[in-house]
């Protein structure tokens, strides 16, 4: 009973949507693909695909055992790169996903120094502010920028940032700068897609926390349309130290209201928690740590 070819053979079916498109990938025929799901829902006792003349479609069972089958897979093509790695030297593609802008900004410079240091690795940057699923996507790690990391991925904290309230002179010249957030619900503000309340900010003052309602008449999914618009003069941000760093030191934008905080953000990479890590995994881990040792945002964080 080769249960191995029976996941590799349900899972390509669910992945490609067709016996046939699955059997053409895996280059056997279609009548040996149903039977090695025939055999494997025979095995388990229960449906996983529902069939039908038009479309293929997971069962409850189907839906949760296939996760669980991709993660499997995911361990096996790690457990054989690290059958190839020589004397634990890292080797072989590395997958990794990062938000946008500060894959641009931070990251995007270390990645010649990393291929320099291990020259048997290759890299595969994916740019997303989106919550990327790591394990079904099919990353090796990606770089998390939260309050806490997901409970469920393994983590190392690489540095922290906090969000800065800041504009450009000129449209405080022309709008005035606010004394309190309440004030910020008269003002035009620039919203970021994947605040969690990102029309409504909440701060943490001096007299306790302050929530206010804004009003954005532009709001974006990334970082540097947000403080291009600023620097145009066309609102209030609320962004992170390590985006506006250089435009506040050179008098682009002005922070303003610093004694009101929403908490330090921390800068995580963070991977699926696997049992054995391989050493191009473990590398470049070690190598991002080591390079946000003394991030170049820090003087512009406040405890």
């Known amino acids: 009973m080769n249960k191995l070819r029976e996941i590799e053979c349900f899972i390509a079916v669910v992945e490609s949507g067709s016996f046939v498109k699955a059997a053409d990938a895996m280059g056997i025929s279609k009548t040996a693909v149903s039977r090695y799901v025939a055999d494997l829902e025979a095995r388990l006792g229960t449906r996983l695909i529902q069939r039908t003349t038009r479309r293929l479609s997971l069962t409850e069972p189907g839906q949760r055992y296939v996760e669980r089958c991709r993660q499997i897979l995911a361990e096996l093509d790690e457990a054989d790169a690290m059958a190839g790695e020589q004397d634990g030297e890292p080797a072989g593609p590395l997958r990794i996903n990062a938000p946008h802008t500060f894959g641009v900004l931070h990251l995007a410079p270390l990645w010649p120094a990393f291929l320099a ?4 690795v290759s890299l595969d940057i994916t740019l997303s502010d989106r919550l990327v699923d790591i394990v079904d996507e099919g990353y090796d790690l990606a770089i998390r920028i939260s309050r806490l990391p997901d409970s469920s991925l393994v ?5 922290g940032t906090r969000l800065v309230l800041c504009a450009s002179p000129g449209y405080l010249a022309q709008h005035g700068t606010p004394k309190h957030p309440s004030e910020l619900t008269h003002h035009e503000t620039v919203g970021y897609s994947y605040f969690l309340h990102r029309r409504e900010w909440h701060f943490d003052g001096p007299d306790g926390p302050v929530s206010v309602q804004t009003h954005a008449r532009l709001i974006a999914d990334n970082g540097d349309t947000c403080m291009a618009a600023a620097l145009a003069g066309a609102g209030i941000i ?6 506006v760093q250089d435009a506040l030191r050179d008098g682009r934008l002005v922070e303003f ?8 953000r921390g800068i995580y990479v963070v991977y699926p928690s696997r049992k054995y890590l391989s050493a191009k995994v473990r590398a470049m881990v070690d190598f991002l740590v080591e390079a ?10 406040r405890p």
């Open 292 to 301: 946000f040792a003394m991030p170049g945002w820090r003087l512009l964080n």
């Open 155 to 159: 983590h190392r904290r690489l540095a």
């Open 257 to 264: 209201l610093p004694e009101y905080t929403q908490g330090e």
């Open 238 to 243: 609320l962004q992170p130290a390590f985006l």
């Open 117 to 120: 240091q291990f020259p048997q």
